[in-house]
Nanobody, 125 residues
Framework: QVQLVETGGGLVQAGDSLRLSCAAV????????MGWFRQAPGKEREFVVA????????AYADSVKDRFIMSRDNANNTVYLQMNSLKPEDTAVYYC??????????????????WGQGTQVTVSS
């Protein structure tokens, strides 16, 4: 059974950095991409970044481009989200997700097959 476990959330001040981790206890052999999403109170789940598993190529939402970096550790089936220059509007629950199929849109959360439980990131001004 696929299990994704996020860690690393917390309370930081604007301008600080934070690194989230997502460990796949079990990762399907046919994973196509991994992604990070976030959801603020009263808002829909929002795309942050996705990584194609085959070659590690990434695509970022405009709101986080040049501030956030997604990386991975293949040996440990772990992906990371390095978040720099954090802003209060980055406050949300952050989720990692895994998608098995290339046909789905990388930015649509409905297309992802597996989700972690989420980790809270709060950025104070």
């Amino acid at each position: 059974q696929v299990q994704l476990v996020e860690t690393g959330g917390g309370l930081v001040q604007a301008g600080d950095s934070l690194r989230l981790s997502c460990a796949a206890v079990v990762l399907p052999f046919n994973i196509y991409r991994m992604g990070w999403f976030r959801q603020a109170p009263g808002k829909e789940r929002e795309f942050v970044v996705a990584m194609r598993w085959r070659d590690g190529s990434t695509a970022y939402a405009d709101s986080v481009k040049d501030r956030f970096i997604m990386s991975r550790d293949n040996a440990n089936n772990t992906v990371y989200l390095q978040m720099n220059s954090l802003k209060p509007e980055d406050t949300a629950v952050y989720y990692c997700a895994a998608d098995r199929t290339p046909e789905t849109s990388k930015t649509n959360p409905m297309g992802y097959d597996y989700w972690g439980q989420g980790t809270q990131v709060t950025v104070s001004s």
